[in-house]
């Protein structure tokens, strides 16, 4: 009986997995961006190549898993010297490092403020550290496409960037907006 019930529920979760349709991340549609600051000034910059998906049942965000992969040679500042130099062993080390990942782990409705309506928590891999972080999104979807709005800040310390501390704001807001569709 136990053993019939085992393969009864791997069944059912197989069958889920099964269903769930994957949606491919538009790039042309989608958008990484950050801010950086420091004593006295900012800089705004973002990412230019980024592939990713939405594995999702149907409408229902919460079943969904999500992955996204930036390049990290494809880092953009307002400011060419700037944008080298992220690029170096004091930031991204875009040579040891071509790329960050993130991979949800869990999703769940959240409404709240500023029009969020879900949590995603997951593995966000930068610079050569995971770290899991939970996001708050504002999300729509219906079974053939999703689109996902937020905004988080990283702390660079947490990644083992910590190139001119004390001297650069450690936290760095990113916003995002992911579009995906069959």
Known sequence: ??????????AAALAGFATAAEMKVAPTTSKIEFIGTKTGGRHTGG???????????????????????????????????????LKSGDFFDINKHPKATFKSTAIKAAPGA?????????????????KAITVPVKATADDKSVTIEGKITIKQGDFGMTYWRGKLNNDVPVTFVVKAAK
């Open 1 to 10: 009986m136990r053993k019939t019930l085992t393969v009864t529920i791997l």
């Open 114 to 130: 500023n029009d969020v309506t879900h949590e995603i928590t997951g593995d966000l891999t930068l610079h050569g550290v995971t």
């Open 47 to 85: 990412f230019k190549e980024f592939t990713g998906s939405v594995a999702m049942p149907g409408a229902d965000l919460t079943g969904a898993t999500i992955t996204i992969e930036i390049a990290t040679a494809s880092i953009y500042t307002d400011t060419p010297k700037l944008t080298n130099h």
